[in-house]
């Protein structure tokens, strides 16, 4: 796969280096941010929503666990929505 291809959630692996960007919107503002770094896990994590929902109806998130580029090496988690896009880089 070529530098800045788009990927799916599914075929991300640990130590893959990627650029995932999110759209942001509060109110009627609406604006992109973006983080750089490499793949240390991904998962899919149940919900705990605030609303009272049938017992037997599951609400997930999909999750990448990041080690962010840069000299502090922090690590920050990406929940995914359908405006998230992930770029090898």
Same mark, same amino acid.
């Given at each position: 796969m070529a530098a800045? =291809? &788009? /990927? +799916?959630f599914e075929e991300l692996r640990a130590g893959d280096h990627v650029k995932v960007t999110q759209r942001v919107k509060v109110g009627l503002k609406v604006w992109t941010t973006a983080v750089t770094g490499t793949v240390e896990r991904t998962e899919r994590r149940r919900e705990g929503l605030a609303v009272k929902r049938n017992f037997d109806d599951k609400a997930f998130a *999909? &999750? /990448?666990?990041?080690?962010?580029?840069? +000299? @502090?090496?922090? %690590?920050? =988690? &990406? @929940? &995914? *929505? %359908?405006? =998230?896009?992930i770029e090898r880089v």
């Open positions: 800045g =291809t &788009l /990927i +799916p *999909d &999750l /990448i666990v990041l080690k962010k580029d840069g +000299p @502090a090496g922090e %690590e920050t =988690t &990406l @929940a &995914l *929505d %359908e405006f =998230t896009r």
